[in-house]
Every structure is written in C-alpha cells, then in structure tokens.
Nanobody
Framework: QVQLVESGGGLVQAGGSLRLSCVAS????????MGWFRQPPGKEREFVAV????????KLADSVKGRFTISRDNAKSTVYLQMNSLKPEDTAVYHC?????????????????WGQGTQVTVES
C-alpha cells in the first residue's frame, strides 16, 4: 500500500504560480512512476504530468507544456508540480498518483494509488 497526501493548492490570480507537493508513505517510493492528474469542475479527470522512477524522464500534457514542471525527490518520498503562468482553465482538483509501471503512464487506469487531491483555483 502507498498513501499519498497532496498540499500546496490555493487561490491565485491568472499569471501567478503555485507549487504542489505530494508526500508518499508506505512502500518504496522509488519503485513507482508518479503522475499528476486534475479534474476540472463538471469534467473527467485528465492527465497533467508524469515522472519516471528515477526522475530522469518526464512527460507533460500539451496544455501545460512550457508552464508546468514535474520533479521528484526520492530521498523525501515527494513529487512536485511547479505551475507557472496559471490560467483560469487550470482551475481543478489536482491529484497525485503512483504507478508500478516503468514507462510514463498517462491513463488513470494505469495508476494503483491516488491522493485525495488539492484544490487549485485561478481567478482572471
């Protein structure tokens, strides 16, 4: 079992920045690819970013490329999502997730563990 707890969400003006954190406990953190997903109001959960077990590879959704960065610190069992140049359409509940798959999974059904999420609201 892996427990995931997100933090760092909040209310921000368009153009601002936030840094989300997700701390994992339980099984070895370095054995999981880690992803960030978001669920806008009234919409389905969507892929945002994923990082490989070592942190050497990442993939971002086209909608956030150039604005968001995903990183991880295996010593701290933590994955981060740095969000810059935020837009109102980035408003969503952001969830981190853990996948045992070694590639860069982007589908929700490829992840075994999920956090409760943290709300991000971007005002125009």
């Amino acid at each position: 079992q892996v427990q995931l707890v997100e933090s760092g969400g909040g209310l921000v003006q368009a153009g601002g920045s936030l840094r989300l954190s997700c701390v994992a406990s339980g099984r070895a953190f370095s054995g999981y690819s880690m992803g960030w997903f978001r669920q806008p109001p009234g919409k389905e959960r969507e892929f945002v970013a994923v990082i490989s077990r070592s942190g050497g590879s990442t993939k971002l959704a086209d909608s956030v490329k150039g604005r968001f960065t995903i990183s991880r610190d295996n010593a701290k069992s933590t994955v981060y999502l740095q969000m810059n140049s935020l837009k109102p359409e980035d408003t969503a509940v952001y969830h981190c997730a853990a996948s045992p798959r070694y590639y860069l999974p982007q589908r929700t059904d490829e992840y075994d563990y999920w956090g409760q999420g943290t709300q991000v609201t971007v005002e125009s």
